[in-house]
């Protein structure tokens, strides 16, 4: 069982930047995959970055060079770095711990945090 917690969001205006954090609870933690994933009203949760187990990460071409993932094994904790901001990344941010496969998938993720706000205003 894993517990993770998303925090750092909130409002920024369009071009600015967030860094939201993940902590988990796992003493396994560098075993998983962690992903981070968004969810605007009304549509389905969107991928953005996966951290692989190898250490390269995944992007999504909507925030390829724009957001950039990090982690910290010894902490526990993986970090997204968000910048050049725009009002369509709005949303709930959701970090997720899995499977190395098919990392763009949500199915592949076995555990997710609650979720943190980012507003980005036009």
């Known amino acids: 069982q894993v517990q993770l917690v998303e925090s750092g969001g909130g409002l920024v205006q369009a071009g600015g930047s967030l860094r939201l954090s993940c902590a988990a609870s796992?003493?396994?933690?560098?075993?998983?995959?962690m992903g981070w994933f968004r969810q605007a009203p009304g549509k389905e949760r969107e991928f953005l970055v996966a951290m692989r187990l190898s250490g390269d990460p995944y992007y999504s071409d909507s925030v390829k060079g724009r957001f950039t993932v990090s982690r910290d094994n010894a902490k526990n904790t993986v970090s997204l770095q968000m910048n050049s901001l725009k009002p369509e990344d709005t949303g709930v941010y959701y970090c997720?711990?899995?499977?190395?496969?098919?990392?763009?998938?949500?199915?592949?993720?076995?555990?997710w945090g609650q979720g943190t706000q980012v507003t980005v205003s036009s």
């Open positions: 796992a003493r396994t933690f560098n075993t998983y995959t």
């Open positions: 997720a711990a899995g499977t190395d496969w098919q990392v763009w998938r949500t199915a592949s993720y076995d555990y």
